[in-house]
């Protein structure tokens, strides 16, 4: 007989109530993982009306991720939450609905995509170059982090809409602060066991609602632009230059799509293009600092694949980059930054011995597994290596990639993941060949901090120039 929900262990509540007193939200992926060494890797946990089962198992974990979206699907309160802000892209799309809004969103970001592209990462790279240049030069300690955010924002607009944001020379990105104001609060509203928000508006959900006008106000901008660009010159329609013009040509060509859907996809890639990538790297110049040997190891991979280059100016050299991706892989082991994935069984489902009932809500927490000896041995040691073929032969460092999720897995797994990685690459490698990196932060003071994204609390780094 499969175990039920019922049948579940999880941890204590009050009446009415449940657990919700202990939820700590930007602690959560910490308290989960906590529980599943108490509880076991399928537990409950019950915030007032709200039941949940919550999952660490990888081989549970895999096997739901790979059944969407035609026997789980995301969490139906995740799209409700983002439906009303007027998110409608692939993120929250479900069955034949997403099938179509993947489609048009792999397209704009496959890799002949990103090679055209490549020009504009490279000059947002150089702009990352002279900060941290010009900073070095006046002798301050540098916040990589939001230097980081606005690396991302910049590539991401100019991936999105084809426009030069650089919010690295210029002070006060717009469309940075209304993102920040935005995440958070979905992520705040996602975990909400009553949706308050509807009865009654706080000053922060005020403030919310304004950054949400004021994007989907640019969003449109864009996409007036957009359409006139395409309108002057239909030779674009064969060859779009970035994703607005793809998803453009994709809505005329697919019925299905509207620019309704075009809006929401354009948001979507914005969110979740950003925090990501900028977090991730915050995390491994953070464990960089760390390890000096492992710096010195990347930078000379750097001296070998980028000459006498300050950055990488050839494309296709980046898959030169090995320890440096190695560095990236490892680093979302350790400090995954999405570790939470949502969902729900479209209908009652067996999963490796365990009933999930149609409906009920699925909260998977990825890192637990990546972090257990069975799966990665001295889980605890930011070890690249492992990622590396020829060291693995050499040194077994026990290596199960079922149990590394960081980009998700199955049909839905993040179509970001080799932007992502190019990105990283590409900061990691020019940091790397120009620079060592030490922490002024103790180390003990950065914290994990969940807000849909997990990132460091911020940290300052001095910057000193290699000879
Ligand atoms: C280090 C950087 C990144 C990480 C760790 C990351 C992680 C993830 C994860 C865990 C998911 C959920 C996958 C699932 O449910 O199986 C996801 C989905 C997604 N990501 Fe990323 N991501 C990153 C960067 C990006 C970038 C750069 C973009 C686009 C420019 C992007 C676009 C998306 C989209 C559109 C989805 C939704 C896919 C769908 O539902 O079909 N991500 N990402």
């Given amino acids: 007989m499969p175990i039920t929900f019922k049948q579940l262990k999880g941890p204590k509540g009050l009446p009415v109530i449940g657990s919700i007193h202990k ?5 959560l992926h910490n308290q989960l993982e906590s529980w599943s060494e108490e509880y076991g890797k399928v537990y409950k946990l019950i915030l007032g009306p709200s039941k949940l089962t919550v999952i660490t198992d990888p081989e549970v974990i895999q096997l739901i991720l790979r059944e969407r979206p035609d026997k789980f699907r995301r969490m ?21 609905d997403w099938k179509a809004h993947r489609r048009i969103v792999n397209k704009g970001l496959d890799v002949k995509h990103q090679q055209q592209f490549y020009p504009e ?9 002279n900060k941290w240049n010009n900073a070095v030069g006046q002798n301050q300690e540098v916040d990589v982090q939001q230097d980081l955010l606005r690396f991302t924002v910049d590539v991401t607009t100019s991936l999105a809409f084809g426009y030069k944001m650089n919010t690295l020379e210029e002070e006060g990105g717009v469309i940075q602060e209304h993102l920040e104001k935005i995440f958070p609060m979905i992520f705040k509203r996602i975990n909400a066991p009553i949706p308050f928000w509807r009865y009654y508006r706080t ?47 994709a809505a005329e060509e697919e019925e299905s799509i509207t620019d309704e859907d075009v809006r929401g996809n354009l948001l979507t890639i914005l969110m979740a293009g950003e925090d990501t990538t900028a977090h991730t790297l915050a995390w491994a110049i953070y464990l960089l600092a760390e390890h000096p040997e492992i710096q010195t190891k990347l930078c000379e991979e750097a001296n070998t ?8 100016k050839d494309y296709s050299s980046n898959t030169l980059l090995v320890y440096t991706e190695a560095v990236a892989l490892e680093t979302m082991r350790l400090k995954p ?48 290596e492992r990622w ?16 590394y999720v960081p980009f998700g897995a199955g049909p839905r797994f993040c179509p970001g993941k080799n932007l992502a990685l190019l990105e990283m690459k590409l900061v990691l ?24 994204t997990m990132m460091p609390s911020s940290y300052q780094v001095k910057l000193t120039k290699r000879k």
């Fill in 429 to 452: 490698s020019m940091l790397m060949k120009n620079f060592s990196v030490e922490l002024i932060t103790p180390k003990e003071e950065v914290k994990e901090i969940m807000a849909f």
């Fill in 203 to 249: 000053k922060t959900d005020k403030v919310f609602d304004n950054a949400v006008v004021e994007i989907n106000k640019l969003v449109d901008e864009f996409i007036v632009s957009g359409k006139k660009k395409l309108a002057d010159n239909p030779k674009l329609r064969e060859q779009p230059s970035n994703f607005l013009e793809s998803l453009l040509v």
């Fill in 388 to 403: 590396i073929k020829q060291e693995q032969g050499k040194c077994p460092m026990g290596h199960d990639t079922k149990a």
């Fill in 337 to 384: 930054v999405a570790p939470l994935l949502f969902n729900e069984p479209l209908e009652d489902m067996e999963v490796n011995g365990y009933l999930f009932k149609k409906g009920c809500k699925l909260l998977m927490e990825t890192r637990y597994a990546s972090m257990q000896e069975e799966n990665f041995s001295n889980p605890e040691q930011f070890r690249p």
């Fill in 121 to 129: 990462v490279v000059a947002t790279l150089e702009r990352l170059f």
């Fill in 23 to 27: 939820i700590d939200l930007p602690n």
């Fill in 76 to 96: 139906s309160k995740m799209d409700e939450v983002m439906t009303e802000v007027g998110v409608n892209g692939v993120f929250n799309a479900e069955g034949e």
């Fill in 305 to 312: 694949v980028l000459g006498d280059d300050k950055w990488l």
